[in-house]
């Protein structure tokens, strides 16, 4: 039986300030955990899991330390609305400095929501972008929301918080694109290797302040009623023309 | 002060059941309940409201069922975690026939996830794509989330639920694509008028049996390691290409 405050420590993850207390965070599911297994096994503190998953999972964990729970104790555990099976502790990776020279960066400006920051981040992946630069006021990509959303991508993609403003301007020498409603057609730009590309908040898109920084902006053309596009569903349109 | 069967009542509608057997769904947040007052006026059945949110908008809301509650209330009559000042009761729409001919038609495959649904009927809105088809197994659209998600599309995008397979085959003139991991690139092929565009679930993606009717796969090229990408940014990047 799990020691209760082994439960609230799991808990206490679902906050940041925790999260970077302990230097930790939680992702969950067979296919995450079995993703750390097989690629980013260095990173896995601690693994709690069904007897199930431990039984079907035995070959790959031997040096690890793995606890069997029960049911009732995932659902405790899990950050999840529908706990699965299997929730793993990882190490926060150590901060590094983004680069932005012969480079790809995406730059969320603000962004609030958990599962459009963490679909902008496996969709990053998915295009080969390395590495997003957050503002500060961006939701935290070690979120069990956002890292649930990735994916995966949470392991491989580099998230940045910082300045926005002032680290575009040490960069002056990237082009900078800003996706906004009234930019030029992104049919018609060609593919780019170095770039940063601001993506704003939900609703409030990109600060003036910084798409004044912007040396163009790009639009995703619409024909219908709706106001906007879901901030991932746009991300992934632009790449998918700038990549 | 609400009396407790109308809260109980308003919160039943979560389930698909009730909302059949009443003819309702719920819609929240002061952005949908504004695009009802002024576009949808006629499906509001009733609106549940902070009294600053009615002072606000009173000059619309004149014939109109409007009750205040309390901040108490509304948390209790909410479907959402953060729930925001109005919960609007709204008429189901009418069942009507989806038509293949001339249309270009999204067609989900056993969508398990609320919040791709809608942002893919909100996708499809703004691509000027007018109904959706859904297999039986498919989220309901009318689920709270989706609703949500949706933007408001939900009120303008018909969506019908049936048997795709026959339902394709009564349709055999209207070229099907089936979005997939190993189709043609997308960026190769030209606008489409009239199609049927096929979108798998979430992790088991298209049924054999359907992706047999398919006269064409599509997929969105990516170079990173993730396994693919999200299905409601994968459905807006190929309608940016085809619409």
Redesign the interface.
């Known amino acids: 039986m799990l020691v209760k405050t082994v439960i609230k420590d799991i808990q206490s993850l679902a906050l940041k300030k925790h999260r970077e207390q302990t230097g930790c965070y939680v992702a969950e599911g067979p296919k995450l955990v079995l993703e750390l297994l097989q690629q980013y096994r260095q990173q896995i503190v601690a693994i709690y899991a069904l007897q199930a998953w431990i039984d079907t999972n035995q070959s790959l964990l031997n040096d690890l330390s793995v606890t069997c729970i029960t049911a009732a104790e995932l659902d405790r555990l899990s950050h999840l609305q529908t706990p699965h099976q299997v929730v793993a502790v990882v190490r926060l990776p150590q901060r590094t400095n983004p680069i932005a020279a012969a480079q790809f960066t995406l730059a969320c400006c603000g962004l609030q929501d958990p ?1 459009n920051l963490g ?1 902008i981040i ?8 390395r590495q997003l630069v957050c503002s500060i006021d961006t939701v935290d990509c070690f979120n069990p929301k956002v890292v649930q ?1 990735s ?3 949470i392991f ?1 993609v580099a998230v940045h918080y910082l300045d926005l403003e002032n680290w575009i301007d040490q960069h002056g020498a990237v082009p900078v694109l800003a996706a906004t409603m009234q930019g030029t057609d ?2 018609t730009l060609s593919s780019l290797q170095e770039a940063i590309l601001l993506i704003g908040n939900e609703s409030a898109g990109i600060p003036a302040s910084l798409l004044a920084k912007a040396g163009a902006a790009v639009s ?1 053309p ?9 901030a ?6 632009i790449l ?2 700038l ?1």
Chains 1, 2 share one sequence.
Not at 122 to 129: H, I, L, M, P, S
Not at 222 to 230: I, W
């Open positions: 599962g679909t496996r969709t990053a992946d998915w295009f080969g972008v959303a994916m995966g991508s491989r992104v049919r995703v619409g024909k219908g009623q709706v106001e906007s596009l879901n991932a569903v746009a991300t992934g349109i998918s023309y990549r």
